[in-house]
C-alpha cells in the first residue's frame, strides 16, 4: 500500500499556479542534504519533538508494549517493542508525538483537489505528486494522474526520475508537467551525494525531452558539494543536447532545514559543511544555465 507523508495546500513553489501538493512516502535516492527525512523510508514512522513535550508522561501510560521511557534526553522509544500502534501519539497532549505516513486515499484527494478547483482555474495551478519519490508507487500514481486528467486538473510530477524507462513512459503519458532533478552530472559524485549513479536518470531525461512533455529542470545547489563551476557547465551543456528545451531551469540554493526532523525521527545528523552559495555565484550560474536553454 501506498503511503504519503503530507498534504500541503495553496502550494506555490511546486509547479505552476496555486497548487495542492501530495508528497508520497519512500524513496530509492540518500541525498545528503535531504530536506525531507522523513521521506525516505516507505513505512510508517513515528516522530517526537522535545521541544513539544511537556513531560506529562501520558504516552507512557498509554503504550501497551512499554516501549517508552522517559529520560534527560526527552521521551525515547525502545524501536523493538513499539509495534506503531499510534497509542502515544491519540495520547498526547501536546502534538509532541506525531505518526509519519497514512494509506493514500484517493477518493478524499480527488474530494480535496474538487474543493481547489476555482483557485486551480484562476491561477493556473494544479495538483502535484511529489515525495519522497513518486515513481516508486507507480500503480497508485498512474490511477490518480488518470483522475485527475479526467477531472480537468493540470498535473505535475517532481521527480529523480530514477525508475525504470517503462515506468516513466507510463506515467508520462498522464503527466502534463514534470518537475526533474538534476543532484550531479557526474555520475560517481551523484552516487557519493545520493547514494546511486546518474545513468538512468539522465537516460530518462532524454527519454522526457524525446516524448515531448514539458519539463522543468530544477539543480539543489549545494556547496561543497555540486555548487561549482565545472558541474554548472556540464549541466548546462547535458540540457544543450536535449531533444527539446525545458521550460524553465531553476536553482534551489541549499537551507538546512531537514536537521531538526532527523531528529524527531530518532536519528543523528551527519557532519557536513555544506552551504548556500552566495547571490553572485548563483547569478553566474543561472547565466551559464539560460545560455544552455537558449541554445536549444
Ligand atoms: S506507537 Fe504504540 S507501541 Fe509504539 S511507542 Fe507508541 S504506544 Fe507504544
Ligand atoms: S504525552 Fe506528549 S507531552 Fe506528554 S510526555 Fe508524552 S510526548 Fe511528552
Not at 500503480?139 to 486538473?153: I, P, R, V, Y
Request: glycine share 8%; proline share 5%; net charge neutral.
Amino acid at each position: 500500500m501506498s503511503l504519503i507523508f503530507d498534504i500541503k495546500i495553496f502550494a506555490v513553489h511546486d509547479g505552476p499556479g496555486i497548487r495542492v501538493s501530495i508528497f508520497f512516502k519512500g524513496c530509492p535516492l540518500r541525498c545528503a542534504w535531504c530536506h525531507n527525512p522523513e521521506s525516505r523510508s516507505a513505512l510508517p514512522q513515528k516522530m517526537y519533538s522535545k521541544k513539544k513535550c511537556i513531560g506529562c508522561l501520558s504516552c507512557i501510560e498509554a503504550c501497551p508494549e512499554n516501549a517508552l521511557q522517559m529520560t534527560p534526553d526527552g521521551i525515547v522509544t525502545d524501536c523493538l517493542k513499539c509495534i506503531l500502534c499510534g497509542a502515544c501519539v491519540k495520547a498526547c497532549p501536546s502534538k509532541a508525538m506525531e505518526m509519519c505516513g497514512r494509506p493514500l486515499d484517493e477518493e478524499a484527494v480527488l474530494k480535496l483537489l474538487e474543493g481547489e478547483r476555482l483557485f486551480f482555474e484562476q491561477s493556473g495551478g494544479g495538483v502535484t505528486f511529489s515525495g519522497g519519490e513518486p515513481l516508486s508507487h507507480p500503480e497508485a500514481l498512474l490511477s490518480l494522474l488518470k483522475k485527475c486528467g479526467d477531472a480537468g486538473f493540470h498535473r505535475t510530477v517532481d521527480t529523480s526520475l530514477f525508475a525504470s524507462a517503462e515506468i516513466v513512459k507510463s506515467i508520462a503519458a498522464e503527466t502534463d508537467l514534470f518537475l526533474i532533478d538534476i543532484k550531479h552530472i557526474d555520475s560517481s559524485l551523484h552516487k557519493k551525494f545520493t547514494g546511486v549513479p546518474n545513468e538512468l536518470i539522465l537516460s530518462n531525461i532524454r527519454l522526457v525531452a524525446q516524448m515531448g512533455v514539458p519539463y522543468w529542470i530544477r539543480i539543489p545547489l549545494i556547496g561543497n558539494a555540486n555548487a561549482t563551476e565545472k558541474n554548472i557547465s556540464a549541466t548546462a551543456q547535458f540540457i544543450g543536447t536535449l531533444k527539446t528545451a525545458p521550460q524553465k531551469i531553476e536553482l534551489l540554493p541549499y537551507h538546512k532545514i531537514g536537521d531538526h526532523k532527523i531528529e524527531k525521527l530518532g536519528g543523528k545528523i551527519a557532519a557536513n559543511d555544506f552551504y548556500t552559495p552566495d547571490e553572485k555565484t548563483i547569478e553566474n550560474y543561472n547565466k551559464i544555465l539560460l545560455s544552455a536553454q537558449l541554445s536549444l
